[in-house]
Antibody, heavy 121, light 107 residues
Framework: QVQLQESGPGLVKPSETLSLTCTVS????????WSWIRQPPGNKLEWIGY???????NYNPSLKSRVTMSLDRSKNQLSLNLGSVTAADTAVYYC???????????????WGQGTLVTVSS | DIQLTQSPSSLSASVGDRVTIACRAS??????LHWYQQKPGKAPQLLIC???TLRSGVPSRFSGSGSGTDFTLTISSLQPEDFATYYC?????????FGQGTKVDIK
């Protein structure tokens, strides 16, 4: 059974960089695609982007200029960096396995529990 | 971006009711449409992929249908554990997008 666990600071100051790590167990990050998704309080889900097992990335254009995703294969972890944050970036951040048979036929079949990140001074 | 519009945004129903949630895409997405259930304070959980394929372990009272721009999630007989928010999501193109959610609560 695949398990994912997000970790990182719960509070980030405006203009700084939000950094989160997702530790994966029960599956190798070398075999799948992995997405980050966020959900502002009381709001709908927003896909941030994915990173593939090769390290290739695809970011949401709305965040592309501020987002970086990476893999740490030795630790079976993925990371998210979001720069120049504002209060609008306050949200629960999820990592999820991005599973499927093709670029278009993909879904999120395993999710972390999520971590709330608040942007405030 | 492909917009997904769910209707209704919320509904009240009783245990045993048949519930139908609609999801309309702003352009044709074939059957690249997936459904999730989210309970308060929890991560979403996949229910249905490819518009109609029930994920292993999901009760058979859940079903999905549709293709192109119009999709439906049906719960044939609502159970107490089904009170939650439901989201549709498309994978036809990036950025992947979600519907705004449909909250199902107790009448």
């Amino acid at each position: 059974q695949v398990q994912l666990q997000e970790s990182g600071p719960g509070l980030v100051k405006p203009s700084e960089t939000l950094s989160l790590t997702c530790t994966v167990s029960g599956a190798s990050i070398n075999n799948y695609y992995w997405s980050w998704i966020r959900q502002p309080p009381g709001n709908k889900l927003e896909w941030i982007g994915y990173i593939s097992y090769t390290g290739s990335t695809n970011y949401n254009p709305s965040l592309k200029s501020r987002v970086t995703m990476s893999l740490d294969r030795s630790k079976n972890q993925l990371s998210l960096n979001l720069g120049s944050v504002t209060a609008a970036d306050t949200a629960v951040y999820y990592c999820a396995r991005d599973y499927g048979g093709s670029e278009t036929y993909r879904w999120f079949d395993s999710w972390g529990q999520g971590t709330l990140v608040t942007v405030s001074s | 971006d492909i917009q997904l519009t769910q209707s209704p945004s919320s509904l009240s129903a009783s245990v045993g009711d048949r519930v139908t949630i609609a999801c309309r895409a702003s352009q044709s997405i074939s059957t690249y449409l997936h459904w999730y259930q989210q309970k308060p304070g929890k991560a979403p959980q996949l229910l249905i992929c490819g518009a109609s394929t029930l994920r292993s372990g999901v009760p058979s009272r859940f079903s999905g249908s549709g293709s192109g721009t119009d999709f439906t999630l049906t719960i044939s007989s609502l159970q107490p554990e089904d009170f939650a928010t439901y989201y549709c999501q498309q994978s036809y193109s990036t950025p992947r997008t979600f519907g705004q959610g449909t909250k199902v609560d107790i009448k």
